[in-house]
């Protein structure tokens, strides 16, 4: 199976910014998407960012348009979430994520089911 190696998290203040990765542990081959989710305590786990492994179509949570982007470096199996203006209610557990399913169906990458492979998640905290 694909591993991810999650790396990049940590404590920030407001209004700073903070770049995640997200490093495959081998070949991402038969991968069709990655993406982004993350967890607040008391809070189920919500949809982030997603990415096309190929085609470079990128997907975004409304809480985040406009400040996170999602990207990958095919060459390097590696996908990034850079997080720019962060705020207080930005604080959660981060987790990638991986699918080698079909991309079919309404809002495939909101569906935490649609995922094969997660990372062990990164805490980004950020203070006001």
């Known amino acids: 199976q694909v591993q991810l190696v999650e790396s990049g998290g940590g404590l920030v203040q407001a209004g700073g910014s903070l770049r995640l990765s997200c490093a495959a542990s081998q070949r991402t081959f038969g991968t069709y998407g990655m993406g982004w989710f993350r967890q607040a305590p008391g809070k189920e786990r919500d949809f982030v960012a997603a990415?096309?492994?190929?085609?470079?179509?990128?997907y975004y949570a409304d809480s985040v348009k406009g400040r996170f982007t999602i990207s990958r470096d095919y060459a390097k199996n590696t996908v990034y979430l850079q997080m720019n203006s962060l705020k207080p209610e930005d604080t959660a557990v981060y987790y990638c994520a991986a699918t080698g399913k079909a991309l079919d169906g309404s809002r495939w990458y909101e569906r935490r089911l649609m995922y094969d492979y997660w990372g062990q998640g990164t805490q980004v905290t950020v203070s006001s």
């Open positions: 990415i096309r492994w190929s085609g470079d179509v990128t």
